[in-house]
């Protein structure tokens, strides 16, 4: 059977229409469930965030230390907490250019950069944490030292899964973008 | 603006079908691309100006989302291959060819399954082209290449 046989048979599948009451329904879910992934990774995020200012805030003294570091801090994680909403937009919004080809492109390039500040932004994180708490080492106790280091390690542990992620991303995307030319 | 939108996909979203079994294999993954393409459809919709044909502005955002969207689950080509290994009747030999082929697509590329899906619902070369961004000469090439590349796993399998 050649390709062209093939039309007639093609173009009369998904026929198994859903009547305009179900799409509606249908439309209507779809938006309701971007809606709640949007919010539901909003909210982890930011209730992690803000569980690990208060954690460092109040278990290591901060308020004893320069106010520019407390600051330094908020603003790294705020960073953290905006790019994430930005990404989740992105991941969100796959249409990017008026042609498949100028899509992908366009799509891969967004996700290239998006996925470079993520990993920088929390390597930033992640030294602001050591050079905040560095200082004061010694007059830290055995605890709260092993949860300092345990939280480093977990955003570590993050970062080398986050690359891992974006980098299998990229590779799909640019491996479609091949796939059209 | 939503009753006008669902007015204009409505008698189109056979379209929607195709391509969600074209590049999802697991029922639910099928729904759920059906919901996220009709999603992204309502959000081009206000760029929606009419210059194209509304099937050819619901091919190239559907397509673009299947081929943007990062599935959870891997595609299942075993299941292809096995579907096309199957033991038919005579009688069933038509509708079996027809559903080998099916099969067969579904194991080229996604991008040559792009090309594919556009072909088989018969539009031009030009609006192909329009489409994936390529130039008309390129779609014909590719065309013959696929053409070869069917043969190749049918008679493999």
């Not at chain 2, 009709?38 to 194209?52: C, E, I, M, T, V």
């Not at chain 2, 397509?63 to 969207?69: G, Q």
């Not at chain 2, 130039?135 to 796993?153: A, P, Q, S, Y």
Request: net charge positive; aromatic share 10%.
């Amino acid at each position: 059977m050649e390709l062209e046989d093939f039309k007639s048979a093609y173009q009369k599948s998904g026929q198994v229409n859903k009547d305009i009451k179900e799409l509606r329904n249908l439309f209507g879910q779809s938006q309701r469930n971007v809606l709640d992934r949007i919010k539901g990774q909003l909210l982890i995020e930011t209730i992690l965030w803000t569980a690990f200012l208060l954690l460092f805030y109040d278990g290591f003294d901060a308020a004893k230390k320069p106010i520019i570091w407390t600051l330094s801090m908020v603003v790294g994680i705020l960073l953290l907490i905006s790019h994430n909403i930005f990404g989740i937009r992105l991941g969100n919004r796959p249409v990017h250019g008026d042609s498949l080809q100028d899509s992908l492109q366009n799509y891969l390039r967004k996700i290239r950069r998006f996925a470079k500040v993520s990993v920088a932004l929390r390597i930033l994180v992640i030294l602001l944490v050591f050079v905040f708490f560095m200082p004061s080492v010694k007059e830290v106790e055995e605890k709260r030292m092993m949860i300092l280091l345990g939280m480093s390690g977990l955003l570590i542990i993050q970062v080398f899964f986050l690359n891992r992620m974006w980098k299998s991303r990229i590779h799909t995307l640019r491996q479609r973008l091949n796939e059209l030319s | 603006m939503k009753k006008e939108f669902l007015e204009e996909v409505y008698p189109h979203q056979h379209l929607i079908h195709k391509i969600c079994h074209l590049y999802r294999d697991h029922q639910e993954d099928k729904e759920d691309l059906f919901q996220e393409i009709l999603y992204q459809l309502w959000k081009a919709y206000p760029s929606f100006r009419g210059n194209s044909k509304i099937t050819t502005w619901m091919y190239r955002i559907g397509l673009n989302t299947a081929m943007a969207s990062f599935r959870k689950r891997k595609p299942d080509i075993s299941n292809s291959l096995d579907q096309m290994g199957e033991t038919i009747s005579e009688e069933e030999v038509g509708d079996a060819l027809s559903e080998q082929l099916k099969q067969a697509i579904k194991l080229l590329n996604e991008g040559d399954r792009a090309l594919v899906a556009l072909y088989l619902d018969d539009l031009s070369y030009m609006e192909m082209a329009e489409i994936l961004g390529i130039t008309e000469n390129h779609v014909g090439v590719k065309l013959t290449r696929i053409r070869e590349k069917l043969k190749k796993i049918i008679v493999k399998v």
